[in-house]
């Protein structure tokens, strides 16, 4: 059985007298320490994401600019590929001009021809008619 008597009470003062000189010594530098961490480490992570805002921002930045470089290029290709159709159907148009225009030298060209040779033998039609009624005939008129 147990005995209540005085040693129980300086026992129970050396364990409260035994803890505050443990918590002086021993647990408050520790859990400062912990808080010190801690708050260090609230810091980095404040910084880190910080950081990481400021990648974000710029990644954002980087890709708004690709993407307006991007439509720009293609604004630009399609000014440029107008502008070739444009000069496309100029070039065309004035191929066709000197084509029409070779081909109106041409027919007039043939047309002189052609009535040359028509005088030509009309002047000569006499010569064949006789030469023909030869041949037909068989003799000479």
């Known amino acids: 059985m ?4 005085i040693t129980l009470i300086v026992q129970i003062i050396e364990a409260l ?12 530098p520790i859990m400062s320490f912990l808080e010190e961490r801690r708050r ?4 980095i992570e404040e910084e880190v994401e910080s950081l990481l805002g400021q990648a974000e921002e710029g990644l954002k ?4 600019a690709l993407n307006e470089a991007r439509r ?3 604004q630009k290709r399609e000014a440029l590929k107008e502008e070739a159709r444009r000069i496309e159907k100029e070039e065309l148009a004035k ?13 007039n060209a043939f047309k002189r021809e052609f009535e ?4 030509e033998l009309m002047a000569q039609k006499e ?3 006789q030469l023909i009624s030869e041949k037909l005939l068989g003799r000479k008129v």
Do not use: H, P, S, T
């Open 2 to 5: 147990l005995k209540f008597d």
């Open 17 to 28: 007298v035994l803890a505050f000189i443990l918590n002086f010594i021993l647990i408050k």
């Open 40 to 43: 260090q480490f609230k810091g």
């Open 61 to 64: 930045n980087y890709q708004e």
């Open 72 to 74: 720009e290029g293609m």
């Open 95 to 107: 191929v066709l001009r000197e084509v029409e225009a070779q081909k109106r030298e041409w027919e």
């Open 116 to 119: 040359r040779l028509r005088e």
């Open 127 to 129: 010569v064949f008619a």
